[in-house]
């Protein structure tokens, strides 16, 4: 499937994955994560169960704080 990941287009594999999987395949292991998908927030309890389709515009978004 193709989707666009941070402004990128990608291709994965399969028809459908969840956030949970798509975290893991592009490794992304920072603790600190903000999900969109399609312009709406995916709750970290939705992880496993939130699906991203072909062609849907996800946003991983690394919340940085610091002073």
Do not use: C, P
């Not at 990941?5 to 920072?30: C, M, Y």
């Amino acid at each position: 499937m193709q989707i666009t990941l941070n402004n990128r287009l990608e291709e994965l594999e399969g028809d459908r994955l969840t956030v949970s999987e798509l975290l893991k395949v592009r490794n992304f292991t920072f603790k600190m994560l903000i999900i969109k998908i399609n312009g709406k927030v995916i709750e970290k309890s939705d992880y496993d169960s939130a699906e991203i389709k072909e062609g849907d515009d996800v946003q991983v978004i690394h919340l940085i704080s610091g002073g």
